[in-house]
């Protein structure tokens, strides 16, 4: 097939007697399933217009299923690339399967196919990904600045030359694919960033909330770029809906211990859980130095 960086299935039913699809059809019982709702992931939620399924086993790029349970007309089917050759077998799969429960046309990236070509192709996607992940990898290493963000089943997940280094000299999935997966198997909260303004001032603002992982960003200017004077942390007792302080990010990652967070991907640190006990002690060292 012609180089693409998605898969678009859409499947139309063509009965004279339509029916709904039942939503197993599609899951097989198998695959997770869920949402993102205001840049955080819903796990065993769908929305009104769909939602994004993937296999526990190795969490990738995520498929989008665009789909309502009343809907009899249609179905549509979406994977970015690169993925994996399990996460592009899991898609194939919930094609075949609707096609085998509805009588549909399919269109394959706009290409008309029957279910027996669908699932001839396979081989080729998985050849055609993987020479797209191996121009991604390529085009990495000849550039120590550029970072790749990859929208994926729970998260987003951002690449660049260190990420990809293992993966230079491999032809297949399998390192990205385990990548994919371990940053992706244990959720964690990421911490937003807000700008602010106050007495005529500009200023960035990232809420660490108390005792859970998150991800917070290594360069917070980057996204508001010339837009904002300072950047502030404050941490937040969900439960006591209290505010435990403020200090600059510069401050807070100079006087947190390396021990805490760990290199997560090109854009994110992941932090260990703080305690109120810990976010009291970081904001009254900065207000002694």
Known sequence: MKYALKLEVRIKQKSNYPKTLPFDIITNKILKYGVFENGHFLIDQKGKEGFICFHSSHIGRGINVHWNEEEKDE?????LLPSTDEEIHDFIEIGLRIAKYWTCSITLNNTLVTSQELSNMEEDIEMMNSKILQDVVKSLMRDNKAIIDLPCAVNTLSISKQEVLPMKDVSNT????????DKQINLSFIV????LERDGKR???LTIPLQVRF????KPSLKYENQVEEWIVQFYDVVQKEVFGYLTYEDFMRQIDDFQYEDYDARYWLMKPINAD???YLVASTQND
Do not use: S
């Not at 179905?75 to 994977?79: D, G, K, R, S, T």
């Not at 399998?174 to 997966?181: A, S, T, V």
């Not at 991800?215 to 290594?218: R, S």
């Open 75 to 79: 179905i549509q089917l979406v994977l």
């Open 174 to 181: 399998n390192l990205y694919r385990d990548w994919l997966h």
């Open 192 to 195: 937003a960033e807000e700008v």
């Open 203 to 205: 200023f960035g603002l």
């Open 215 to 218: 991800l917070i960003v290594k």
């Open 278 to 280: 810990t976010a009291k």
